[in-house]
């Protein structure tokens, strides 16, 4: 079955470093890929979407790549804030036209003032 | 309206007992998705709904849980006879027509004792 690997310990950078996350997929690779923000208490928050013909994709200080061969996805945050501090999320489709995504159990993200 | 909203925000309930929670959709969205969050995992899939077509029922983990969706827009998600195992944060998600972004709601935290 597809599996989905996320960094379950939390990643502590200090303000204005680069935060960089990574999303490990096992098997065949999904048609396309999203990163979510989780705050506590509540739903997760769409950041980003990247499909599997697509390298690198960007939005303001966010930026997702997607490397088939290596089966990974990295989501880098520049210039990190405080307010950025959440846990993120992977979710994959694997374009069988379920629609319902995979996610991994995500990264929790704390950046240091 | 504004976003998808579920009630209750909170449910303590009694093994043993059946539950509903609720979900309305984004205003227009034709898909509603139901997922399952239990503490520090990912999302796991429950359900999915597509305008008229039949849901796909694949992720309910039991014969226990079933839900519908009246009119194409708001959504119950029923658990019979609770178990302590159900405990988690349901969430629901919306999508509009064609496209791969899912909004959530905040989500209903389920308490069985």
């Known amino acids: 079955s597809q599996k989905i690997e996320q960094n379950s310990e939390a990643l502590n950078i200090q303000e204005g470093k680069t935060a960089t996350l990574t999303c490990n997929y096992t098997n065949y690779s999904p048609a396309y890929l999203q990163w979510y923000r989780q705050d506590p208490g509540r739903g997760p928050v769409f950041l980003l979407l990247?499909?599997?013909n697509e390298k690198e994709k960007r939005k303001e200080r966010l930026k997702v790549t997607f490397d088939t061969t290596l089966k990974q996805s990295l989501f880098h945050i520049t210039a990190s804030q405080p307010a950025d501090s959440a846990t993120y999320l992977c979710?994959?489709?694997w374009g069988t036209g379920r629609r319902a995504l995979t996610f991994g159990s995500g990264t929790r993200l704390q950046v240091q003032p | 309206g504004a976003g998808v909203s579920q009630s209750p925000s909170n449910k303590v309930t009694e093994k043993g007992k059946d539950v509903e929670l609720r979900c309305d959709p984004i205003s227009g969205h034709t898909a509603l998705y139901w997922y399952r969050q239990s503490l520090g995992q990912g999302l796991e899939f429950l359900i999915y709904f597509q305008g008229n077509s039949a849901p796909d029922k694949s992720g309910l983990p039991s014969d226990r849980f079933s839900a519908e969706r009246t009119g194409g827009s708001v959504s119950t998600l029923t658990i019979q006879r609770t178990q302590q195992e159900d405990s988690a944060v349901y969430l629901c998600a919306s999508s509009g027509q064609g496209s791969d972004t899912q909004y959530f709601g905040p989500g209903t935290r389920l308490t069985v004792l």
């Open positions: 979710a994959l489709d």
């Open positions: 990247i499909r599997e």
